[in-house]
């Protein structure tokens, strides 16, 4: 990838919503390039505008990263309540003896646990670990900070 194309995912990771005047004059890549670049970029690099919600303000205190091992006859089953459930902010296919990371956002401990009794009762869950996340150190940081980018010869 070339130093442009990281510069300005560098940027957009920082700031998506920073004029691309303002990106131009810091990073010196012309505005027509970046809007050109950018607009490459949409079409398989760039999977998703977002903004990093604090969850706590909303009232939802209580966040947790839960591995799953299923039946291999209950995965697809489980991937689609996941998939559907509101409380799912991210899910993954893992491996390592287990199937699926899910993070997920409740108001409290009790939501929790209620939605990995649902877990169990309709898929028959064979184990589940539950870690709850106390504090966020670092979110979506990666390639977001150019001094310490990596651009090969």
């Known amino acids: 990838m070339k130093k442009t194309d990281l510069l ?3 940027s957009l990771r920082q700031n998506a919503r920073e004029k691309l005047t303002e990106m131009s004059k810091r990073t010196r ?3 027509s390039t ?3 670049r950018i607009k490459l970029h949409e079409n398989g690099l760039i999977k998703k505008h977002t903004a990093l919600i604090d969850f706590s303000k909303l009232g939802y205190n209580t966040r947790a990263n839960i591995i799953l091992k ?4 209950d995965r697809e089953g489980v991937k689609d309540f996941l998939m559907k459930h ?4 991210s899910a993954f296919k893992i491996n390592n003896g287990y199937d699926f990371l899910i993070e997920a956002v409740f108001t409290n401990i009790k939501e929790v646990e209620d939605f990995l009794e649902v877990l169990d009762e309709k898929f028959g869950v064979k184990s589940k670990q539950v870690f709850y996340i106390i504090d966020d150190l670092k979110k979506e940081e990666f390639l977001s900070n150019p001094a310490i980018l990596s651009f090969g010869s």
Request: zero cysteines.
């Open 86 to 89: 509101g409380s799912i902010n």
């Open 34 to 36: 970046i809007f050109d």
């Open 70 to 73: 299923v039946g291999k006859g």
């Open 29 to 31: 890549i012309p505005v």
């Open 8 to 10: 300005i995912i560098s």
